[in-house]
C-alpha cells in the first residue's frame, strides 16, 4: 500500500515536497487544500489529482468522508499549524505538518493531545533526520567514536528578502529567525549530541527594527548546557548569508557539517575523513520513510512525532524568555 498524501498550502515549500513526491516509491500526492482556486486547476494538471480530492480551507473538514486520502500535509504559514491540524485530526486523518509544528509548547501539547483523542499520527517535517550524512554522525556518536561529547556549534541563517512576506510578520510567523531556521539549530543540537538540554540562556541584537518589528527577531545568539556538560552554541539570523554549519567536538574527535541543513548536497567530515554517503532529495526520503512510519510502524533513528517537535518548541519558548529576561532559564 502506498501512502496518499494531500498537501494543504500551496506554496514554495509544498510545490518542492511535491516534485520530490513525484520519485517516491511508498508515497504518492493525491490531493490538494488551496484558498486560490487557480493554484487547485493548476496543480490538477501538474500532479493528475483528480476534483474529489480538492478542498479549499472552509470545505476541508469533509475530508473525513474521503477514503481515497490517509493524510494531509500541512505547509501553510506558522501560525496555522495548530487550528489545521486540529481539523485535520477531528476529520480522522494522520497529520505531517511543517516545522515549527506551531507558535510554542502549549499550541504545540495541545495538537499532540487533540490527534492522540482522534487516534491519528501526527509526525513533522524534520527531512534532517534521515538525511545520510547527519544519520552516519548519529551512528558514529552512539557507538561512541567520538567518545564523551564536549560541544556543539550550530549557525543558521541567511538574508531574508521581501520586508512584506509573513516571515517578517508575527500574527503570522509567530517570531523571526528563530521560528524559521534557528530551529535547525536547536533541533541540530539535540540530534548532534544526543541529549536534552538542562538550560538555556541567549542574547538578541538586531540592527535593522524596521524590517525585523517587535517580536520578529533578526539575530538570537543562544547557548544550551546538557546533563553530561556538553555545552552548545549557537546562531539564527535573517541577516546574514552563507551560514548553514555544525560542528560537534568529543574527547576523541569531531564532526563537521556544510552546508548543515540546505537542501544539500550536504557536506561533511569527520576526523576519520570525508563522508562519502550519497546524496539523496531531502523530501523524497521523507515521505518514503514517513510511509513507512504511517503505514508500517517503522520507528525511524531520530523521531519525527510531535513529542519531539515539542521538546523543540519549549526551548524555542525558553530561548524567548532567556532573550526577555536576560537569565539563565532552566527546562528541567
Ligand atoms: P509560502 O509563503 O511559500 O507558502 C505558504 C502557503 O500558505 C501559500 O501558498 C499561501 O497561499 C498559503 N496560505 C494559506 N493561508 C494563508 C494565510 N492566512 N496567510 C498567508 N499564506 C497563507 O511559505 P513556505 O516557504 O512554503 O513555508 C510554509 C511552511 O513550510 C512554513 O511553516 C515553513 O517553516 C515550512 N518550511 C519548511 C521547510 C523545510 O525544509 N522543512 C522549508 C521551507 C518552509
Redesign the pocket.
Known amino acids: 500500500k502506498v501512502l496518499r498524501v494531500a498537501l494543504m498550502?500551496?506554496?514554495?515549500?509544498?510545490n518542492r515536497v511535491a516534485d520530490a513526491m513525484k520519485s517516491c516509491t511508498k508515497a504518492k500526492l493525491v490531493g490538494v487544500i488551496s484558498?486560490?482556486p487557480s493554484k487547485i486547476t493548476d496543480w490538477q494538471q501538474r500532479f493528475d489529482i483528480p476534483a474529489a480530492n480538492c478542498y479549499n480551507y472552509s470545505n476541508f473538514d469533509r475530508i473525513r468522508d474521503n477514503p481515497d486520502i490517509d493524510v494531509v500535509y500541512i505547509?501553510?504559514?506558522?501560525a496555522?499549524?495548530h487550528g489545521q491540524t486540529l481539523r485535520v485530526a477531528a476529520a480522522g486523518k494522520h497529520v505531517i505538518c511543517?516545522?515549527?509544528m506551531a507558535l510554542n509548547a502549549h499550541e504545540g501539547a495541545d495538537m499532540i493531545a487533540a490527534c492522540k483523542k482522534a487516534n491519528v499520527q501526527l509526525l513533522v517535517?524534520y527531512?534532517m533526520h534521515f538525511e545520510p550524512k547527519t544519520l552516519e554522525i548519529i551512528r558514529m556518536r552512539n557507538s561512541g567514536e567520538f567518545g564523551k561529547i564536549l560541544f556543539f556549534q550550530g549557525q543558521c541563517g541567511f538574508r531574508i528578502g521581501d520586508p512584506t512576506q509573513?516571515r517578517l510578520n508575527k500574527e503570522?510567523a509567530g517570531g523571526g529567525s528563530l521560528m524559521?531556521i534557528g530551529i535547525y539549530a536547536i533541533n541540530g543540537a539535540r540530534y548532534m549530541t544526543g541529549e536534552e538540554p538542562l538550560w538555556v540562556t541567549a542574547q538578541e541584537t538586531k540592527t535593522d527594527p524596521i524590517k525585523f518589528n517587535a517580536g520578529v527577531d533578526e539575530t538570537i545568539q543562544f547557548q544550551l548546557g546538557f546533563p553530561s556538560g556538553a555545552v552548545a552554541s549557537c546562531l539564527s539570523t535573517y541577516n546574514m548569508n552563507n551560514l548553514d554549519r555544525f560542528f560537534l567536538n568529543g574527547e576523541k574527535g569531531f564532526a563537521e557539517l556544510q552546508p548543515s541543513t540546505g537542501y544539500g548536497p550536504i557536506k561533511g567530515r569527520t576526523f576519520k575523513g570525508e563522508l562519502t554517503q550519497p546524496h539523496m532529495t531531502h523530501q523524497t526520503v521523507q515521505m518514503d520513510e514517513m510511509a513507512d512510519i504511517l503505514l508500517a510502524g517503522k520507528q525511524p533513528l531520530v523521531a519525527v512525532n510531535g513529542e519531539e517537535a515539542l521538546k523543540d518548541l519549549k526551548i524555542i519558548d525558553a530561548i524567548y524568555q532567556a532573550v526577555k529576561t536576560g537569565k539563565k532559564v532552566n527546562l528541567a
Open positions: 498550502g500551496l506554496g514554495s515549500y509544498a484558498g486560490t505547509t501553510t504559514p506558522n496555522l499549524h511543517e516545522k515549527p517535517g527531512r509573513w503570522l524559521d
